[in-house]
């Protein structure tokens, strides 16, 4: 088990309870699938975001110990893979279309464990249900094997489901109950980094067929261009950066949100606004996991960590593992694009869910 991992638990760690997770949803016409893949922090949104998808739990499967401590999974002799087990209707999702997403979240070549974690509890597999469940994950395995978008074989297991333990309480909805901690370990596992670059080509297309994406939709250039200043043109499509004190909210104190200047999407809070002294708006977390993402930046002979607008996948500026506790993350954003909201008008304006941020 890795450092940042062992930091972030400690913070959580409560007495565990440990008991086979129960079916609650008999004589409900919806079914499971069970999936290993790496650490299961990284493996729960991916799926409960999803429409159709009733819940996501995390446990231990796979192995011979019965009530497994996470103390036991991770010491590697229990024979147990961390994974998650979702409850999904079919009428609204499909089994193939989770094994899309599951193959989205993983290194499926690697033998030897996900990313940062190693050891054969952070092995990938998929635990079939069924016989049909079988034949789908069989032929979406042989289908991606043969695409060519991996230089080394799949080596993802495909086996039939045992016994699932939920694991501990602090670990359900770990990125609901501890977001920075969540992106922290996402982004130093090096698990997005590897995602963004095997799914770059894709990513595009998935922002406009994103569900909210009708609301916060990515402008033409020739659209960009009639709406944005030159400054907020050259931030947030060629990547510029404005002068430090010498921009519109470096030094705001006024309470309300930031948006994204070409979708409108939240962003950020004054919540989480702090003066860094670096002369940028500096926040220690992103309003919603969905907000923002993050790519490897090695621009200027240097390795960074650029942010950038998901929904307008428009230049924001980065991030940098130096902030404040809880999280120890600034996120160093550029003024021009950024649009702000008072407090007192994010009901006219179409925001008012956030009010909530003010209470």
Not at 171 to 188: E, I, L, P
Not at 196 to 201: A, C, L, P
Not at 293 to 312: I, L, P
Request: hydrophobic fraction near 30%; proline fraction near 5%.
């Amino acid at each position: 088990m890795n450092i940042i991992r062992i930091l972030l638990i400690s913070a959580f760690a409560l007495p565990a309870f440990f008991i086979m997770q129960p079916g609650p949803y008999a004589d409900t016409g919806y079914a499971e699938a069970t999936f290993a893949g790496g650490c299961f922090w990284c493996m729960e949104y991916p799926f409960e975001k999803l429409d159709g998808v009733i819940d996501v739990v995390s446990g231990y499967t796979g192995g011979h110990k019965a009530d497994p401590s996470y103390k036991e999974v991770t010491s590697g002799r229990t024979g147990h893979y961390e994974a998650v087990k979702i409850t999904y209707d079919p009428k609204k999702i499909t089994y193939p279309e989770l094994l899309d997403v599951f193959w989205r979240q993983i290194d499926p070549t690697d033998a030897g464990g996900q990313f940062v974690d190693k050891g054969s509890q952070y092995l990938t597999a998929i635990f079939y249900h069924d016989e049909e469940q079988k034949r789908l994950a069989e032929k979406s395995k042989a289908e991606l094997d043969s695409s060519g978008k991996y230089d080394k074989p799949i080596v993802t297991e495909i086996k039939k489901v045992s016994t699932f333990y939920r694991a501990e309480e602090y670990h359900q909805d770990y990125y609901k109950k501890s977001a920075a901690g969540y992106k922290n370990y996402r982004f130093f596992s090096g698990r997005d980094q590897f995602l963004d670059t095997v799914w770059s080509d894709e990513i595009e297309s998935e922002i406009e067929q994103n569900e909210q994406g009708e609301k916060y939709k990515k402008m033409s250039q020739k659209e960009l261009k009639k709406k944005l200043s030159p400054l907020q043109y050259e931030v947030t499509q060629k990547g510029g950066t404005e002068r430090p004190f010498q921009n519109e909210y470096w030094n705001n104190k006024a309470e309300g949100i930031y948006v994204d200047i070409v979708s409108g999407k939240p962003l950020f809070s004054s919540t989480a606004k702090y003066d860094s002294g670096t002369g940028w708006p500096s926040f220690t977390k992103s309003i919603n996991l969905e907000g923002v993402v993050e790519k490897q930046d090695k621009s200027y002979s240097m390795v960074r960590t650029e942010v950038r607008s998901n929904y307008a996948d428009s230049h924001l500026g980065h991030l940098f593992p130096d902030g404040p506790e809880p999280s120890g993350l600034r996120y160093c954003i550029n003024s021009a694009a950024l649009r702000f909201i008072p407090k007192e008008d994010l009901k006219d304006e179409g925001y008012g869910e956030y009010l909530k941020l003010f209470e």
